[in-house]
Structure formats: structure tokens, C-alpha cells
């Protein structure tokens, strides 16, 4: 498979994204989707700038996933869990404030969120499924995504910096294979403001990636990643195609692939497999 470029949009990508992709690589380019263009590619002119609303990757041929491994929070779904629980325990600008930095890379994420969970001491346990069912609602294009996925014969895993209750909901209702995610500690119908051990951070998402490879008997550059803050770097980096998802700046410039204004559906144009 030749180098390609793939133009997304989760507007759609119309007649006039079609000729401003053909001009822009002088070859004639082959819809995917009504959402999606590809055209084979020698090298990406300078200075090139997508059309408003529009994602342009420039991909490497003749990759093909075995394994997709993601984010959780702000990626597969739309809202950070833990703020959210946060607004029930009425600290939510405290703890929002404290996430914000630790996904930007400023503040070390397992103190992060031994700080914001300590802030949920007392908070009954019920409240975890009245968020989950008023709050917690997935990213456009994940449905289809992990359809398209299941569909490919690609493992998938869930793995998230949140809350193992959430994580096992999330994972169930998409189909992904696996799934994991920190406990919190109760006590007495109750949250205890603790996190049971070990902290599942940035180092242990790239273990995950690792330890799901060698189980699969591949390389972890037969994985795809996708997330959207600083915890998720080092899977990023690990695997073959990194993507950032809406992220934030240090894992936007860091990832293989950025996806601004595509949904999440756009990962099957980019690893080459159709829409379900």
C-alpha cells in the first residue's frame, strides 16, 4: 500500500474538499465514506492547510491493525467521569481545574488523582450509576468505530486513568474485548476519598499496550492508540499509529495523527477499513 493522505471531517467531505484534495496532490482521490477521502501520495506539499472543519493525515502504507487500544475520558466518551461525579459532591470547579492540568502534562497524574478523589470522600455509591446514566454519553462515530473494528477482526481494549465502574459500563455497551480502570475504595455504601492500588497512570497504559501484545503474539507497532491527554503519551508513543483525539497541544504534536474535527469513525479511514 502506498503513502496516502486521508481527509476527514465529521461534517462530511463534499465535492469542493474532493477538488481542493485532488489540485492539492495532482491525482484523483477515492471516497470512502461521506465523511472520508484518500488519495495515494509521494510527498505532502509545503504549507498545506486542510479546508475549514477538515482533518488532513498524511499515513505510511501497508499498516494493519491487529489491536486498538484507547483512552476512555474526552475520548470514547464525552466527559470526564471523575468531574462529573465531582459536580454530585458540589466540588466540581476544584477538581475540573485540577484534570484540566493534569491532561496538559502540568501536574503529576497519580497525585492528580489521589488530590481529586480525596474531594469525593462521603459521596454515596449510588451516585456512580445516576452519573453514568445522566451524564455519561459516547463520543459521535464510537458506535460505528468499534462496529467496524469487531467487524476487522481487531482485538480491542479499553484502558483508562478513570474508575472501573464506568470503564466495565462503557466497554459493554461498545463491545470493546477488555477493559481497565482505578477502583475506588468504599466503605459502608460510601466513598472513602481513596483509590484502591495500584494507580493505573501513563506508565501503566503503555504496560497495557505491551503486556495485550505479547498475549496477541504481535509487535506493538500492530497497534493503533488513541487518547487525548498527557497520561496517554507513552501508549501513544508505543504504538505503530498514535492518535490524538481533540488532545491536548503536548499530545497533539506528539501523535502520529490528529483528528480536530472528525468523529471518531474517521480511525476506519485511516487504518483502511470500511465503514459497518
Not at 470547579?93 to 501536574?107: C, F, H, K, N, Y
Not at 452519573?131 to 458506535?143: D, E, K, L, M, V
Not at 506508565?203 to 493503533?224: D, H, M, N, T
Request: glycine share 10%; proline share 6%; hydrophobic share 45%.
Amino acid at each position: 500500500m502506498p503513502p496516502r493522505a486521508v481527509l476527514t471531517s465529521a461534517a462530511g467531505v463534499g465535492d469542493a474538499e474532493a477538488q481542493w484534495l485532488a489540485e492539492a496532490f495532482s491525482a484523483r482521490p477515492r471516497r470512502l465514506s461521506p465523511t472520508a477521502l484518500v488519495i495515494p501520495v509521494d510527498e505532502a506539499p509545503e504549507g498545506l492547510v486542510a479546508p475549514s472543519g477538515c482533518d488532513l493525515n498524511i499515513l505510511s502504507g501497508g499498516f494493519v491493525p491487529r489491536l486498538f487500544i484507547a483512552d476512555m475520558d474526552s475520548t470514547m466518551i464525552e466527559v470526564e467521569c471523575i468531574d462529573e461525579l465531582a459536580d454530585y459532591a458540589g466540588v466540581k470547579p476544584q477538581v475540573s481545574d485540577i484534570t484540566e492540568r493534569a491532561m496538559r502534562g502540568e501536574l503529576d497524574f497519580e497525585e492528580a488523582l489521589r488530590e481529586r478523589v480525596s474531594l469525593l470522600k462521603g459521596l454515596p455509591v449510588s451516585v456512580l450509576q445516576e452519573c453514568y446514566n445522566q451524564r455519561i454519553t459516547f463520543s459521535p462515530g464510537a458506535a460505528a468505530l468499534l462496529a467496524g473494528l469487531r467487524g476487522a477482526g481487531v482485538e480491542t481494549a479499553l484502558v483508562s486513568g478513570g474508575f472501573t465502574f464506568f470503564s466495565e459500563r462503557v466497554a459493554a455497551e461498545l463491545g470493546f474485548h477488555s477493559h481497565q480502570a482505578n477502583s475506588l475504595e468504599v466503605d459502608n455504601g460510601h466513598l472513602t476519598g481513596r483509590v484502591t492500588p495500584p494507580i493505573l497512570g501513563r506508565a501503566a497504559k503503555e504496560e497495557a499496550l505491551r503486556r495485550i501484545s505479547e498475549r496477541l503474539g504481535i509487535s506493538p507497532f500492530q497497534a493503533v492508540a488513541i487518547g487525548d491527554g498527557a497520561n496517554d503519551l507513552a501508549m501513544i508513543g508505543a504504538a505503530g499509529l498514535g492518535i490524538a483525539y481533540k488532545a491536548k497541544p503536548a499530545v497533539a504534536a506528539e501523535a502520529d495523527v490528529r483528528l480536530d474535527h472528525s468523529d471518531l469513525s474517521a480511525v476506519l479511514a485511516l487504518i483502511g477499513v470500511a465503514l459497518p
